[in-house]
Each structure stands twice: as C-alpha cells, then as structure tokens.
C-alpha cells in the first residue's frame, strides 16, 4: 500500500482546472465523464451534484497518522466535482460524530490500510484502490479510442492492477500481467474466468517491448525508459511514485495519464451515488 507525501499532493486543489484541461486533451474527456464512464454512466447533471448532501471528509490520527493536507485535497477534489464537501475540524470517532452531526450523506475516510468513501444512506462503499484500478482504465479507454480487442499490458498484480485486469476485460479488451512476485500474476490468472483473453508475462523488458498500451499499477520509480516507448504508445500510471523514467516523459507526456489522487477520488464518488443516478 503505497503511502502518498504531503509533497505529493500540496499542488493539487491549486491546479484541478489546468489538471482537467490536461485530460480533455489527451482524452477528450474531462475527470467527471471518466469517472462516469468508469462506472458505466453516462453522467450526472451538475443541480443533481449540488443538491446532493454535504460530504464529509474525516482526519484519521491512527496509524503512521495525518498527511499533511490530505483531507483538505480530497475535499478540493469534490468540490471541482460540484458537490458540498468539507474537512471535519475533529478527526477519528469524533469526526464521524461531527460528520452525522452536520448531516453528511457521505463520508471519505483513510487509515494505513484503506482508503474509502460509504454512502450512509445507501451503506454502498468503494475503496480507492479497485476505483483508482477502473478510473485509469476508463481514461485509457478513452484516450486510446477504445480498448477494444487491444492487447494491455498491466504492470502488477497488487489491488489497483487486479481492479485495471477486470475493467480491461469489461472494455473487451486482452491482458498480459507482470508482477516481478509470480506468484501474484499466477494468483490473479486463477481469479480470471474468460483465460483465453488473459496472459502472464514472465520478462519485464519482453512485455514492456511488445506492448503500445500500459497501465503502471507499480510502485517502482523510473524503470519505464525511451527504447521502451514507441510513437504509438500510451501509458495509464496510477502508480505512485511513476514508472516514466525522466529521459522518457518528453516523448510519452501528451500519452500519459498519472495523477496521485485525482481519477482515484472521482471514480470513488461515481462508484457509490446510485441512489442519485438511478433517480432518473
Ligand atoms: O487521514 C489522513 O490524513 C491519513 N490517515 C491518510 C492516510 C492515507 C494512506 N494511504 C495513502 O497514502 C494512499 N493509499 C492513498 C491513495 C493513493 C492513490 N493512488
């Protein structure tokens, strides 16, 4: 479980517009219709958005404890979503306290371990990993005009790689898994029904030459490097820190979806706001 720096993320709520502009051009979507398509919707209106409840996003202390500015991104986050969010002034059970006291519908929350958002109303729950996994999917998706019969290559087998194995698949597309434990590859090839459209790669360098399109679901640094990347090749990289070596970002950057936080918290509210879609 990768855990983010302040670093990581004290840019972000500054820049969700250029962020977004950013994905329309590499995608010709924006953050809110890849987390909609993430989920297989078509949207939500913006007065569903505002007329949804406050959403509270709780400090937890327990553990390696805060990140500085961690909840306040998340909260930026949804708010660039159009929703009514905020960061509960205490943190941990009397955060949620506070969170039902000030009429929450929904709640984010992290520990070391996950990192969720519940919908009290519906008791739905999504966790960043599997909705990090399907937001980056969707992106590629759209960024590749269609993963459709296309071969993917996806860089670990961890939480976030198995969720992008699965939506892949949904986007009718073929999987090559590597994951340098073998044994988390050969696990996740047991979870896979349709097999013929799944595949373990067993030599990094190989899968890496023989791919156009990738998703970095690893927390290695910098191993991805130019005689890797080809005119035609996309990466999707949830991984945190990227696999783009340095040397390789100028020729891959307009390719290249990465974000800490961003597609991850998006995806995780589309996942868990049924009772508003299905309202139509
Ligand atoms: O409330 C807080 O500030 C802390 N308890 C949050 C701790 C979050 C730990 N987890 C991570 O840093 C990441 N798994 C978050 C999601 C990364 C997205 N790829």
Do not use: W
Request: charged letters at 20%; glycine letters at 10%; hydrophobic letters at 40%.
């Amino acid at each position: 479980m990768t855990r983010l720096k302040e670093s990581d993320i004290d840019r972000i709520i500054y820049q969700m517009d250029q962020y977004n502009q950013e994905l329309l051009n590499k995608t010709g979507h924006t953050l809110a219709e890849i987390a909609a398509h993430a989920v297989g919707i078509k949207g939500v209106d913006e007065a569903k958005l505002r007329g949804l409840g406050p959403i509270a996003v709780i400090p937890m202390t327990c553990g390696q404890g805060v990140i500085g500015g961690f909840s306040e991104t998340v909260t930026g986050i949804l708010a660039f979503l159009g929703t009514k969010a905020f960061v509960t002034n205490s943190s941990d059970a009397k955060g949620f306290a506070e969170a039902l006291e000030r009429k929450a519908v929904i709640i984010f929350m992290a520990d070391d371990e996950r990192f969720i958002a519940a919908n009290l109303k519906t008791g739905q729950c999504s966790d960043n990993s599997a909705a990090t996994g399907k937001g980056y999917v969707a992106a590629l998706d759209y960024m590749t005009g269609g993963l459709k019969d296309q071969s993917v290559l996806i860089l670990g087998a961890g939480p976030v790689g198995t969720a992008a194995v699965f939506s892949v698949l949904d986007f009718g597309g073929k999987v090559h898994v590597y994951d340098k434990n073998s044994n988390a590859s050969e696990k996740l090839a047991n979870a896979v029904l349709d097999r013929q459209d799944f595949h373990v790669e067993r030599e990094l360098d190989t899968a890496l030459k023989g791919h156009r399109v990738i998703v970095d679901a690893c927390p290695e640094a910098e191993f991805i490097t130019p005689d890797h990347l080809y005119s035609d090749s996309y990466v999707a990289a949830p991984g945190v820190p990227l696999g783009i070596h340095s040397e390789a970002l100028a020729q891959i950057q307009n390719r290249l979806i990465h974000d800490p936080l961003q597609l991850g918290v998006a995806t995780m509210l589309y996942e868990i706001m049924d009772d508003i879609v299905k309202e139509d």
